[in-house]
């Protein structure tokens, strides 16, 4: 697993999330994700409101990307990795509670990310350049 640094997580906190999946024919989907947050060094969480596209991309395929920047800013990540998807249990519970505490819809399931590859999105010439790709092997 590739791992978060202190700065990414700030920027994660501070950036809105764009997720990007595919579905069995290899379309792609691009969708916002304002529940997207940092579960621990080497994951990210958002809890799953809508069960449309995305969705039912991630129960057919897990690969999922992630793209964080902030505006204005000149620096974002992109992280991709796979997704695995709680409907009970810890994680499933602390999303919900989640949801409360910010008076949001309560949530489908919780999406857990594993960070695999972390991608610069900068302005510049230092765009699209590969920070850390450590995937877990299966």
């Keep these: 697993m590739a791992k978060l640094t202190t700065d990414m997580k700030d920027l994660i906190d501070q950036a809105f999330a ?4 595919v579905d069995e024919n290899g379309n792609p989907q691009v969708g916002p994700k304002g529940t997207m947050r940092v579960l621990d060094d080497t994951h990210l969480i958002y809890n ?23 505006f ?10 796979k997704a695995t998807i709680y ?23 919780a ?4 960070v695999d590859r972390i991608v610069r ?9 590969e920070i850390e790709n450590s995937p ?3």
């Design 18 to 21: 764009f997720i990007a999946t």
């Design 87 to 109: 409907k009970d249990g810890k994680i499933f519970d602390d999303s919900a509670a989640y949801a409360a505490d910010k008076q949001l819809p309560a949530p489908l399931a």
């Design 48 to 70: 799953e409101e809508t069960g449309r596209q995305a969705w039912h991309n991630l129960n057919d395929n897990h690969k999922i990307a992630v793209a964080f920047h902030p």
């Design 121 to 129: 999105l900068d302005a510049g010439p230092h765009a699209g350049e």
């Design 111 to 114: 999406v857990v990310i594993t």
């Design 136 to 138: 877990i092997v299966e």
């Design 72 to 81: 204005p800013g000149l620096k974002g990540i992109r992280v991709e990795g």
